[in-house]
């Protein structure tokens, strides 16, 4: 296979990803099905572009699509499968925005795994940031200085939106172990999984308005096929720091849906929430340095 030439405009490819994947809420909420079967229908659609697409690019017969890559693909496939089904439920049970910022803590429990698991090294800097964001989950989630009662349906939907964070973190730390194999293949092993994994158990034989099967075809195909190509495309092309700002284009846009199209705007204690996670994403991915050292006094 050729070597890739870079990639044009890399910030813009990543920012249209972000924008896109922003709007998922609203098309899971459009497409008027449970959880499990959209996530089936995403995951058929988005087998038959990414198909598609590998085939066209010459991706299906790289060097680097090796068996044991592949199975470890399939098995990170599973996780992101659940992932997304919660991710999904969350939406029903609490809100969109309030479920895409919860599901932000994710890059926490990819460094709570390498710390558990791998036995990695963390820094005072690092607990700083992770508290900080821990603090914000609490607040964004609504269980606490909201408005509104809570419940119990909120607090599942909370819950389910943090075990599909976690999920997607393991499905991260196993993709970072299949060496050179292509993004889009491993997306395209994940979505084959998502369709032979799901089968048993979507409802299949209900009737499925027109209009639903757009939005289904949009969450395939946009947000799992083109967003996903977008998105691995710009990516070795962009610093750390661009990415991790960049990132956060999809929260947004994610609230302004919720608040313009579904009258769901954040409350004082959500946005604090949301802030503390940012700050604590960025200084984990950004290596944000706080001092803990007292001052030295000043010379006389």
Known sequence: MQEEQPVRFPTARLSLAMG?????????????????????????????????????????AGRTLLPAHIFLAAIGGVCMVLSWT??????????????TIVYHIQPFFVVLIGI?????RITLDQIFWMVGAFVGVTLA????????????TWALGIALTIGAAFLYAVATILARRLGQQRPEITALCQTVVGVILLVPFADLNQSVPLASWA??????????????????????????PVIGVLTFIYPLVAIIVDWAFYDHPLGAGQALGMALISAGTLGVRLGWRVSFSKAAPARS
């Open 20 to 60: 896109i994947i922003g709007t998922v809420g609203a098309f899971a909420t459009e497409a008027g099905l449970d959880p499990i079967t959209t996530v089936f229908w995403r995951c058929v659609f988005a087998t038959t572009f990414l198909g598609l697409w590998c085939g066209m690019r010459g991706c299906l």
């Open 86 to 99: 919660a991710f999904f439920a969350g939406f029903a049970m609490t809100s969109i925005a309030t479920t």
């Open 116 to 120: 558990t698991v791998f036995k990695e």
């Open 141 to 152: 989630s609504g269980l606490f200085l909201s408005p509104q009662p809570v419940t119990s």
């Open 215 to 240: 939005w289904l075809a949009g969450i395939g195909v946009l947000h799992t096929g083109v967003a996903y190509v977008l998105m691995y495309s710009a990516f070795p092309q962009l610093s750390t």
